[in-house]
């Protein structure tokens, strides 16, 4: 009998443009084949991922196939393939069209978001267009019986004797408000099948622990006909209505496309592929097969592959050492990280879709080959503009701009007679070195004319490319240290078609030493097919405490799920003889707190242990009084089949001899920073062999890559890898000790990406560490770095009313206790007149000290207290008129004394002082407070710790001169805005005036002189209100910088430079500038919006937006003492209409201006709190008419439960947001309160003006609707 022929496994990524392919031959049959080709390219082929398996059998089988006809699939083995349709389908909004039926009263729900702007200084706001096309809303209704923060009595409910309870998969007890309307649904569902849908996507309150209404609308669908039915419960069985539904879109949006696709694909193949394994890559890292595959699992496809391929090929376990992934392509750069197991996330956002499943955690910087280099305002700027593939580079011979190839190229980094010859009119012309060198000759000049400089275009090059590098170092140091991880103790795994030109230089920034890159880095998302596993997930809610007593439960739990999961795997076609790997995960997270931790059972099953130790490593604290909660459990089913082996890489490399290396015939010249033109030798690394350790300057070239060996630095070749040995550029470092007498525009730029960087990982850290649902959830929090004098260094863009003012919050403190501070101490502030906002709002400053006991920096960190008492129990109620009535104020207190926390004075200053008042409480849930400054003061800690890491490695003056050189940057910006601005304003005068609700005038002159600075004068805004409207001065700075960022809409630094040039008078005694004794907390939410409105009028910028936030606040509790305290407190902003400008519309449901904080999820909401979320929806009619309309306000219902208080404070209810140019006015907001009335019949509706404070009993309702946005132009 004859012995089977030989086959062949292919693997393919198929990429956005390029499509790698390899084969590699079963039974060591044959040599590994490697095809590269077009992604589209019609004219040639129809799909290609087909037409590189017909060029692998071609060669595999030595015969020729032709390209029309269906292939013979008899010498394939497997098929794997990671894949972009999905990703490109979410880009370019070109998914199946699709119905949402969602819970009644929620149809605008996923078009609202958590109503955050995705760019805080962008006036046009842009968000995100839905997936669906049309909504229905479900009449059904269910919500939590018990609230968490309110809990009811032992014995209060009953299961058995309610109908309308019932015990919810989480554990959680679930009451039916309204049950499922069975025939009015079916209708609905007739209606869109009739309309043409056949993909919609299901997703219904609370369904992730009572998913029964969801199921039974999935069968009537089902029974209509329609063939793609995307269940949220299903998909994802996980908190978040909002998350859990824009995945629930994406996947009805994204799968028919997926599956049109592999139908599609299948059709190349003699026999539809019905005898051939074929898999494709998911975004988790797992495979599934190409019948299971779905759009919501396809995101990442792609890039998965390569995360897989570094893993296997550049991690060993008997090594240990984890590895950075560094994947850089054309546009972008993606970094991930691995340390013997794969780090998952659960929720991210691409393409403006929150996506709520499994994904590898794969962070994206804009920043690759393509990114267009510029000079503005002083700094080097490198994208996030990408030149695409067309026009492309400069290089590439269509008129594009500089990019970081042309740098590359214009420094002999990237050599044209090594790349192919595809530019030019007719496709057969190298990358134009000409053109790219005048460019850079242009624009040196341009560089030297505004600086005063004498760069070389070298120089400036060089400097692009480093200010590229610190744009990607950025990400990676996220990734690492926010979690608690060195990132110098880690290897470089480099791979994509431009990583190998910056591998060296990025791994020097980041103190790492070796890079491993493996032959096949510039296609190993198509390798990592071949090494990835089959893989089947399965998960479900929980509402357990981690404790022996629910042991039994969850092991219970555990089998059940790992049963369901290799049930999976076996009908994917894996073997029931397989070996599968269960790995077991608890999501876990302490009492109070947000912050999830997805553990992996540890070998000992010491779940408690493994939390602790993660959340210490990355938290630096504990909680060892709280409970620890189980949200979710889940399990990972691994089918390990046919498993290539890795060998041990760097074993291998100890015990490698090194092989004398042939001296290369090609020498060129390449620009480095160490020595600048030096002699490169060029070598092909076809013509290296193992043992061969290349000495740099030197260049490698490879079919498909480029990688540069720096002067400081050597390769080391292994049979299957290029180790790269990176040493620390000493000269580089010595020239940047020494002081500078004028700003290198290069260091500078590269100065502010660190700075700014270090101020966004403190707000991570706050952000995870905290325990409020204010800074954990509704992100309201600051942080920033100051320099010695306390003057405003970086401030990452956060919430902007804190943006000018907590730089006089550091000044107060510097100069108030400057002289006697010492190392481990901290101050805490919050009151007006030391540069506060309102008073929930602390700051936390924490001095650095030099060995010399000088203080070289500050860093500092505001975030949002809702309970710190005052009139009532609330800061924030709307009746109050003194600031003693708005809770604790502090002055200047010592929170940390040498290194100890003075957690009974704090306690004092938060519980007791406030109390001293009549009708006032101290804070009622101290321990929140006390966690929440505790994460504030390790955010403060880990910028210090950061910063000092600066200061080591370029030495305190360089880094403190840079510190007072990045203000002069945002300082020039300013007045170079304002010089053009003075251009175009007659008398260069700007007026505007606006009233607030109560009839209080805020009015500003800008003044605009010659050299770029301005007056902005408030003479004429009305006196102190008897109310808590009253705005510090602190917050009309804020204003301004907002107000000029915005109107500059570039990128500039946010610091105190920024205010340098501007003069602020504001009369004394004035609503912008009251007594120390006025209430004030309004001032923040709603004045400093007005005064927005004001100065962005006065320079004609746009209409006015909702010129509100809309603070809405309920407090009470069954343990409530009227006078005495509450069980709970809870308060939010609500969003609105945005201003149209005249290149735009208004945007809807967003905050804008000098908030942006996150609203709550409905189920978290209702899960915490005795209260049910009844309406949240776009509110019709609200935004001004105009050639661009203003944006549309919204309509929130909330319901009380059980007797508890509503506090609103509001602006914008009398005079209408203004329209502009012709432009008419938004509509005005209003604040209801509908009492519940007897049964069947309709209660009283009352008006509670802009502002008020009401008692409400069970049933009643709170009604806000916010006001629309302004129009701009005369309406056609």
């Not at 014995?155 to 309307?181: E, M, Y």
């Not at 050599?415 to 040196?444: M, N, Q, R, W």
Request: aromatic share 8%; charged share 20%.
């Amino acid at each position: 009998m004859p012995s089977r022929l030989p086959k062949i496994d292919i693997f393919i990524d198929r990429g956005g443009t390029f499509t790698d392919c390899i084969g590699i031959p079963e039974r060591e049959s044959g040599d590994e084949i490697v095809v590269k080709l077009l992604s589209v390219d019609p004219s040639n082929y129809e799909d290609a991922p087909t037409e590189g398996i017909r060029r692998i059998l071609e060669i595999f089988t030595g015969t020729p196939i032709p390209r029309k006809g269906r292939l013979d699939t008899s010498r394939i083995g497997i098929i794997r393939m990671g894949t972009t349709v999905a990703t490109n389908a979410l880009l370019e909004r070109k998914g199946e069209p699709s119905a949402l039926l969602i819970t009644q009263g929620f149809k605008d729900l996923l078009a609202i978001g958590y109503q955050a702007r995705p760019k805080l200084f962008d006036l046009a706001i842009s968000k995100p267009d839905v997936l669906y096309s049309e909504v229905v809303e479900v009449e059904e209704r269910v919500t939590m019986e018990d609230s968490t923060k309110d809990p009811l009595p032992a014995g209060s409910f009953d299961v058995a004797s309610d109908p309308a309870l019932r015990v919810g998969k989480s554990g959680d007890v679930v009451r039916i408000l309204t049950p499922l309307n069975v025939e009015k649904t079916a209708q609905s569902l007739k209606e869109l099948y009739a309309k043409g849908y056949r993909s919609i996507c299901i997703c219904l309150a609370h369904s992730y622990s009572f998913p029964d209404h969801e199921e039974a609308v999935r069968d009537l669908a089902a029974k209509e006909g329609f063939t793609s039915i995307s269940v949220s419960s299903t998909l994802i069985p996980m908190i978040k209505l909002v998350s859990r539904g824009m995945s629930a879109t994406a996947d009805a949006y994204l799968t028919p496309e997926i599956k049109k696709y592999i139908q599609g694909f299948r059709k190349g193949f003699a026999d539809d592929l019905q005898k051939t394994r074929c898999e494709l890559m998911q975004s988790d890292g797992g495979l599934s097969s190409i019948d299971r595959f779905s759009g919501l699992r396809a995101i990442l496809s792609g890039p998965a592959g390569g995360v897989v391929g570094y893993a296997r090929t550049s991690y060993h376990d008997d090594d240990g050492v984890p590895v950075i992934g560094f994947d850089m392509g054309g546009t972008s750069t993606d970094v991930s990280r691995y340390g013997g197991a794969f780090e998952h996330v659960f929720e991210t956002t691409t393409a403006g879709v929150t996506i709520q499943s499994p994904q590898l955690d794969i962070n994206t910087v804009a920043a690759g080959g393509g990114s267009i280099l510029a000079f503005k305002n002083g700094l080097f700027a490198v994208g996030p503009e990408s030149a695409g593939a067309h026009p492309g580079p400069a290089c590439y011979r269509k008129g594009g701009p500089l990019t970081v190839t042309d740098a590359n190229l214009f420094l002999h980094r990237l050599l044209p007679e090594y790349f192919p010859s595809i530019f030019g009119p007719t496709e057969d012309l190298p990358l134009d070195y000409e053109v790219t060198k005048k460019k850079f000759i242009a624009l040196t000049q341009q560089i030297n004319d505004e600086t005063g400089g004498n760069m070389t275009p070298e120089e400036v090059a060089l400097g692009f490319l480093g200010v590229a590098n610190e744009a990607m170092c950025r990400p990676i140091r996220a990734l690492t240290e926010a979690k608690g991880f060195d990132v110098s103790a880690h290897r470089l795994a480099v791979f994509g078609g431009a990583g190998g030109q910056h591998a060296c230089s990025i791994a020097d920034k980041l103190g790492i030493h070796t890079v491993v890159m493996h032959r096949y880095s510039s296609i190993l998302s198509a390798y990592g097919m071949a090494l990835a596993s089959l893989v089947q997930e399965v998960q479900e809610p929980a509402s357990l405490i981690l404790c022996p007593e629910t042991t039994s439960e969850v092991s219970a739990r555990f089998q059940k799920l790992q049963s369901r999961a290799a049930e999976e795997l076996f009908n994917q076609g894996v073997s029931r003889d397989q070996d599968i790997e269960m790995q077991l995960f608890l999501n876990l997270r302490y009492d109070g707190s947000d912050t999830q931790m997805m553990i992996r059972q540890p070998e000992d099953g010491d779940f408690k242990t493994a939390f602790e130790t993660k959340h210490k490593r990355e938290f630096t604290f504990l909680f060892p009084n709280k409970n620890i909660h189980i949200d979710d459990i889940r399990v990972r089913a691994v089918a390990r089949e046919n498993e290539r082996q890795m060998g041990n890489i760097f074993e291998d490399l100890a015990n490698q001899q090194e092989v004398p290396l042939q001296s290369s015939n090609e020498l060129v010249k390449t620009y480095f920073s160490d020595g600048g033109w030096r002699d490169t030798q060029v070598f092909k690394l076809s013509d290296l062999t193992p043992g061969n350790h290349v000495r740099g300057p030197a260049i490698i070239i490879d079919k498909t890559q480029t990688i540069v060996v720096t002067p400081t630095s050597s390769a080391r070749v292994l049979e299957h890898h290029v180790i790269l040995q990176v040493g620390v550029e000493r000269s580089l470092k010595t020239a940047l000790t020494t002081t500078p007498t004028i700003p290198d525009p290069i260091q500078l730029s590269i100065f502010s990406h660190r700075f700014m960087s270090i101020a966004e990982q403190m707000g991570n850290t706050l952000q995870k560490t905290a325990v409020s649902i204010n800074i954990k959830e509704r992100l309201d929090f600051s942080c920033a770095i100051f320099g010695p004098d306390g003057g405003l260094v970086a401030n990452a863009p956060h919430i902007p009313v804190h943006l000018g003012s907590m730089q006089y919050a550091v000044k107060y403190q510097h100069d108030k206790h400057g002289a006697t501070l010492k190392p481990g101490d901290v101050l805490v502030s919050n009151h007006p007149i030391a540069g506060g906002t309102h008073l929930p709002d602390i700051t936390v400053i924490t001095p650095v000290f030099s060995p010399k006991g000088e203080i070289i920096f500050y860093t500092a960190s505001r975030g949002h207290h809702r309970d710190i008492g005052g009139f009532g129990g609330i800061s924030g109620n709307a009746n109050a008129t003194e600031i003693w009535q708005e809770g604790a104020s502090i002055i200047s207190f010592k929170l940390v004394s040498n290194g100890v926390m003075d957690e009974e004075g704090i306690t004092k200053i938060l519980v007791e002082e406030p109390a001293q008042y009549p009708d006032c409480v101290g804070s009622m849930n101290i321990k929140d407070n006390l966690s929440d400054l505790k994460a504030q003061v390790a955010a403060n800690a880990k910028g210090a710790l950061l910063i000092e890491d600066l200061f080591e490695y370029y030495g305190q003056e360089v880094v403190q001169y840079y510190m007072h050189a990045i203000r002069k940057t945002a300082e020039m910006a300013v007045r170079n805005f304002l010089k053009q601005t003075a251009k175009s304003a007659p008398g260069r005068t700007l007026k505007a005036v606006d009233y607030l609700d109560n009839g209080t005038p805020i009015q500003v002159e800008i003044s605009i002189h010659e050299d770029g600075s301005a007056d902005f004068d408030f003479t004429g805004t009305g006196p102190e209100n008897l109310t808590n409207l009253n705005a510090p001065k602190s917050v009309c700075l804020s204003a301004i910088i907002y107000c000029l960022r915005c109107l500059i809409n570039d990128d500039i630094p946010l610091n105190q430079g920024c205010l340098a040039s501007i003069r602020v008078i504001n009369p004394e005694g004035t609503i912008l500038n009251p007594s120390t004794d006025a209430a004030v907390y309004a001032g923040n939410t709603q004045t400093s919006q007005r005064v927005v409105d004001v100065i962005l009028r006065a320079f004609g910028a746009c209409a006015a937006s909702q010129g509100c936030m809309n603070s809405m606040s309920f407090f009470g509790g069954r343990d409530a003492t009227p006078g005495k305290g509450y069980s709970f407190a809870y308060g939010e902003t609500v969003c609105g209409g945005a201003g149209a400008g005249p290149t735009w519309d208004g945007a809807s449901a967003v905050h804008s201006h000098m908030t942006n904080t996150r609203i709550s999820d409905l189920e978290i909401l209702e899960k915490r709190y005795p209260i049910i979320l009844r309406e949240f929806t776009l509110r019709q009619g609200s935004g001004g008419r105009g050639l661009h309309p203003g944006g549309l306000g919204v309509t929130r219902v909330v319901e009380a439960r059980e007797p508890m208080t509503f506090s609103m404070i509001s602006e914008r209810r009398v005079t209408r947001p203004y329209g502009l140019n012709g432009g008419f006015d938004g509509q005005v907001g209003q604040n209801l309160v509908r009492r519940a009335g007897a049964e069947g019949k309709g209660g009283r509706v009352l008006s509670l003006g802009p502002r008020g404070v009401v008692k409400m009993q069970k049933g009643d309702q709170f009604i806000v609707h916010t006001p629309g946005g302004g129009g701009w132009g005369t309406p056609v």
